[in-house]
């Protein structure tokens, strides 16, 4: 109703101004409005029309950002699809077979210091070279090679999903951590330098979309610079050497190195659950060659992220070992 007045109000008052001689043009108003006229706005235009923007030829003058859309999964080569702006134009990033060995990394919060910690989700890139290829709005390929892959994400949301669909498990929970260590790479070998096997990192907690096991991956940069992954069923269910004052835990190894090994599930050997199953029958397990390490040591950058990671392990290791219902079955 406001709107229709303010549309009637404006259009009378431009069929009076239109109507009025010059002189009463000319003249001014006998009142001063109450209040001075203050500037337009800033436009709300919404969410950007991309998910994600990536760079081709970085640092040169052939230099091109793309603007991506939707993407899709393909097999057959196993790669991911992205729509661009255009009818023609499309990106395809080609991945490893198995999804297991995509490893999507993310940045530790002290690189932005001064924006929220999910907002380095938005900042994606992967460790090894993959193969690009972007086909122009022309129809012309531009781009076939082995880079290093950045996306800069438009939401945390939109890189939780793509992270997720890569690796074909749910992205859970993510922790910014100071220091890994294991008995193997100790904490400060050295003149007392803090370094393990990672620094300044984000541990991340996955659970399989298959066997809905969890397990957990970490850049081990001061290492093989390679990402690590471990399986919770590795590990003991009850942490030790807890300091929240520190901020400090450790994961220790079930099978320690030179034990008798002992049969046990994997989230990542294991892809699929047993499609039938007895309430008295005994758990189906796998065999999974043990670490060479008999610990994992971790002191986290927060107190947030310490308390959040004791409570997804509790959690996540209850889910991971509660029992089947009576005759359970699977579809496959």
């Known amino acids: 109703m406001d709107a229709a007045l303010s549309c009637g109000s404006s259009s009378v008052a431009s069929s009076l101004a239109l109507n ?33 923007t990536l760079t081709l030829y970085p640092g040169t003058l052939l230099e091109k950002t793309v603007h991506l859309g939707p993407w899709s999964l393909a097999s057959r080569p196993r790669r991911v699809e992205w729509q661009g702006s255009y009818a023609k134009e499309k990106l395809e990033h080609y991945l490893p077979q198995l999804p297991a060995d995509t490893h999507p990394s993310t940045l530790h919060s002290s690189h932005r210091p001064y924006h929220p910690a999910l907002d380095m989700e938005c900042l994606l890139s992967f460790a090894l070279p993959q193969r690009l290829r972007y086909t122009s709005e022309t129809g012309s390929c531009i781009h076939d090679s082995h880079v290093c892959v950045r996306y800069d994400f438009s939401s945390p949301a939109a890189s939780l999903r793509f992270q997720s669909d890569v690796r074909a498990k749910e992205l859970v929970a993510y922790y910014d951590i100071n220091v890994a260590w294991s008995d193997l790479h100790r904490r400060t070998p050295g003149f007392g330098n803090v370094k393990g096997f990672a620094t300044i990192q984000r541990l991340k907690l996955w659970r399989d979309f298959a066997s809905t096991r969890h397990s957990l991956t970490l850049l081990a940069n001061q290492a093989e610079r390679t990402h690590r992954e471990y399986s919770l069923d590795l590990f003991e269910p009850d942490l030790q ?7 400090e835990l450790r994961l220790h190894v079930r099978n320690r ?30 065999d999974t060659p043990p670490l060479d ?24 290791h209850s889910l991971d070992n509660a029992p089947y219902p009576p005759n359970h079955a699977e579809l496959p």
Not at 296 to 312: K, L, N
């Open 293 to 316: 390490i008999g610990l994992v040591g971790i002191q986290f950058s927060s107190h947030p992220d310490f308390d959040r990671f004791v409570h997804d392990w509790r959690r996540a």
């Open 20 to 52: 009025a001689s010059p002189a009463e043009s000319a003249s001014t108003p006998a009142t001063a409005p109450s209040e001075p006229p203050t500037g337009l706005g800033q436009l709300d235009l919404g969410p950007p029309g991309y998910l994600a």
């Open 257 to 286: 190195p030179g034990s008798a090994p002992c049969p046990r599930r994997s989230s990542i050997a294991l892809p699929w659950r047993p499609r039938t199953r007895s309430a008295d029958a005994a758990p189906s397990h796998l």
């Open 241 to 247: 050497n807890v300091d929240p004052r520190a901020l």
